[in-house]
């Protein structure tokens, strides 16, 4: 899983949730920039696990970048393969 | 002694549109077996399954941390069948609730009782702020969701 098919898969998300793809680049924050509900929020998380097949959940006390989101992605990746070998 | 308040108002519609886009599966990212099999039995699904979504923000609310760090399986909402999701006006066992019309909304005046049920780091982060027990209530109002949870 690379970094930039994380990122599309995150921007399409975002994007079905109606946010303009000009708005989202890898220093967006998911609150402060987009102002993502927590109805969106949970979209997102739901939308990554289909589209991914990875459980992340971004409730977290920090903002994050649509980056490190794309981070979360691939450390969850990460340890579900580590889990199956 | 009151440890907690949380209050969550959540869209009928919106829920439906994430119920309907996504199945069974992925839905057990946000609900439990239990709240999912009932709703799926429930004369109104989607306000059944609103009422679970807004229950757990609630309850996240009460801890006063949202639910950072808390899945969203492992808070449960457990809705008494008798009266579950009647229409409203229609009699629930001996309680009347009044359909009124008020600046174009309908509503209704009394809540509905629900349990809260704590599983994993939900329950351990009750257990370590003292809560013995929570009070929630629930209203439909206006389309909307209303949970209330009060942890004492």
């Known amino acids: 899983m690379d970094t930039l098919r994380a990122m599309d898969a995150l921007k399409g998300i975002l994007i079905d949730l109606g946010i303009p793809a000009e708005s989202l680049d890898p220093d967006t924050l998911l609150y402060k920039d987009l102002q993502l509900d927590s109805t969106e929020i949970v979209e997102v998380s739901l939308g990554l696990k289909r589209r991914l097949g990875v459980n992340v959940k971004l409730e977290t006390q920090q903002d994050r970048t649509l980056a490190q989101v794309c981070e979360m992605v691939k450390t969850s990746l990460s340890t579900s393969s580590q889990q199956v070998s | ?152």
Request: hydrophobic share 40%; with cysteine; aromatic share 10%.
């Open chain 2, 1 to 152: 002694m009151v440890k907690g308040l949380g209050i969550d108002i959540t869209s009928i519609e919106r829920i439906t549109q994430l119920v309907e886009r996504y199945d069974r599966e992925a839905l057990t990212f946000l609900f439990t077996a239990e709240e999912i099999n009932r709703a799926q039995t429930a004369n109104h699904p989607h306000l059944f399954y609103t009422v679970c979504f807004a229950s757990k923000e609630a309850v996240g609310k009460a801890f006063g941390t949202g639910l950072v760090g808390i899945g969203w399986q492992e808070i449960e909402a457990i809705i008494p069948e008798n009266c579950e999701l009647r229409e409203i006006g229609k009699n629930c066992n001996d309680k009347v609730y009044l359909d009124q019309v008020l600046d174009g909304f309908k509503w209704e005046q009394s809540g509905h009782k629900l349990a809260i049920r704590l599983y994993g780091e939900a329950s351990i982060r009750a257990k370590q702020r003292g809560v013995k027990e929570w009070l929630a209530t629930w209203c439909h109002w206006n389309e909307h969701v209303l949970v209330h949870v009060l942890a004492q």
